[in-house]
T-cell receptor, first 112, second 114 residues
Framework: GESVGLHLPTLSVQEGDNSIINCAYSNSASDYFIWYKQESGKGPQFIIDIRSNMDKRQGQRVTVLLNKTVKHLSLQIAATQPGDSAVYFCAENKAAGNKLTFGGGTRVLVKP | DTEVTQTPKHLVMGMTNKKSLKCEQHMGHRAMYWYKQKAKKPPELMFVYSYEKLSINESVPSRFSPECPNSSLLNLHLHALQPEDSALYLC?????????????FGPGTRLTVT
């Protein structure tokens, strides 16, 4: 079936280093992708999104890359900080009904 | 105000109980959502409301009954739940059902069914 998934369940990173979180998707018809951050005890928080007609988008300390050829999405966090420790989910937004399908999630642990 | 609020934060209920989860937003959003999230799993969509009408039901068992009394409120009525229904229930809202509508999530209600 169609799914959005992640390669690494847990990522440990030294404070100040860059983090890269990867996500594979299988629905080539998806036209919109989103990264969410979920801290313990909280709901998912929007980080950044990208449309399928783009291959890169930058935000504050974050960059999302989309490779449609291999159906791969990544989130890069520059200069990772302790506050970046959380679970990160990629999600695809299907064309109808604003339905979000989430990937499995990656836990990022920032070491001081 | 970009906040989605949910009450209660925690709920413990027996399998014969009837309870309700509440969600509220004052961003003028016309689409609202219920998700279920099991531990260490991603959120899974349950229901979508658009302009106070049920738009999507993801084959959710009838023991979960959503209600949208007005554009700011979304309820989830619970009856005769099973222990496997224990999860974090997340509410979200977006401006509308457009494909690029960012969804704002509440903190969730952690439900335990005993």
């Amino acid at each position: 079936g169609e799914s959005v998934g992640l390669h690494l369940p847990t990522l440990s990173v030294q404070e100040g280093d860059n983090s890269i979180i990867n996500c594979a998707y299988s629905n080539s018809a998806s036209d919109y992708f989103i990264w969410y951050k979920q801290e313990s005890g909280k709901g998912p928080q929007f980080i950044i999104d990208i449309r399928s007609n783009m291959d890169k988008r930058q935000g504050q300390r974050v960059t999302v890359l989309l490779n449609k050829t291999v159906k791969h999405l990544s989130l890069q966090i520059a200069a990772t900080q302790p506050g970046d420790s959380a679970v990160y989910f990629c999600a695809e937004n299907k064309a109808a009904g604003n339905k979000l399908t989430f990937g499995g999630g990656t836990r990022v642990l920032v070491k001081p | 105000d970009t906040e989605v609020t949910q009450t209660p934060k925690h709920l413990v209920m027996g399998m014969t109980n009837k309870k309700s989860l509440k969600c509220e937003q004052h961003m003028g959003h016309r689409a609202m959502y219920w998700y279920k999230q099991k531990a260490k799993k991603p959120p899974e969509l349950m229901f979508v409301y658009s302009y106070e009408k049920l738009s999507i039901n993801e084959s959710v068992p009838s023991r979960f009954s959503p209600e949208c009394p007005n554009s700011s409120l979304l309820n989830l009525h619970l009856h005769a739940l099973q222990p496997e229904d224990s999860a974090l229930y997340l509410c979200a809202s977006s401006q509308d059902l457009g494909t690029t509508g960012e969804q704002y999530f509440g903190p969730g209600t952690r439900l335990t069914v005993t």
